[in-house]
C-alpha cells in the first residue's frame, strides 16, 4: 500500500469509528434507558446492539483488505461503499431494535 493508500484508509477510518463509537455508546445506553423506564430486561435487543459495535469494524476490514492492491481511487470508492453499506445495516439495526421493523 502506498502512502496515498494509508492517507484514505486513516481519513475514512475517522468515519467508521464514528460507527464503532455510536455502537458502544447505544449497547451502554439502551440497557440503562430500559431499567429507568422499568422494562423488562430479556427485551433488550442484545444481537442487533451487538452487531452494531462489530459489524463497522468487520466491513472496514474486510473492504481495506479487499482493495489494497487497488488504484486510490478505486481503494477510495470501495471504502465508501463499505462504510455506505455501515450506515444503510446501522440504519435498520436501529429500526430493529426499535419495534420500527418486526422480523
Same mark, same amino acid.
Given at each position: 500500500?502506498?502512502?496515498?493508500?494509508? %492517507? &484514505?484508509?486513516? !481519513?475514512? +477510518?475517522? =468515519?467508521?469509528?464514528?460507527?464503532?463509537? #455510536?455502537? &458502544? +455508546? +447505544?449497547?451502554?445506553?439502551?440497557?440503562?434507558?430500559?431499567?429507568?423506564? %422499568?422494562? #423488562?430486561?430479556?427485551? &433488550?435487543?442484545?444481537?442487533?446492539?451487538?452487531?452494531?459495535?462489530? *459489524?463497522?469494524?468487520?466491513?472496514?476490514?474486510?473492504?481495506? &483488505?479487499?482493495?489494497?492492491?487497488?488504484?486510490?481511487?478505486?481503494?477510495?470508492?470501495?471504502?465508501?461503499?463499505? *462504510?455506505?453499506?455501515? /450506515?444503510?445495516?446501522?440504519?435498520? !439495526? =436501529? /429500526?430493529?431494535?426499535? %419495534? +420500527? =421493523?418486526?422480523?
Amino acid at each position: 500500500m502506498t502512502r496515498a493508500h494509508v %492517507g &484514505v484508509a486513516a !481519513l475514512m +477510518s475517522i =468515519i467508521a469509528g464514528w460507527f464503532v463509537f #455510536d455502537g &458502544v +455508546s +447505544s449497547l451502554i445506553g439502551l440497557p440503562a434507558l430500559y431499567a429507568q423506564l %422499568g422494562a #423488562d430486561p430479556s427485551a &433488550v435487543p442484545w444481537v442487533p446492539l451487538w452487531v452494531g459495535v462489530v *459489524l463497522p469494524i468487520v466491513f472496514y476490514a474486510v473492504a481495506v &483488505v479487499v482493495a489494497r492492491r487497488q488504484t486510490v481511487t478505486r481503494f477510495t470508492l470501495v471504502l465508501i461503499v463499505a *462504510l455506505a453499506a455501515t /450506515a444503510t445495516v446501522r440504519l435498520s !439495526l =436501529i /429500526a430493529l431494535a426499535t %419495534g +420500527s =421493523i418486526l422480523l
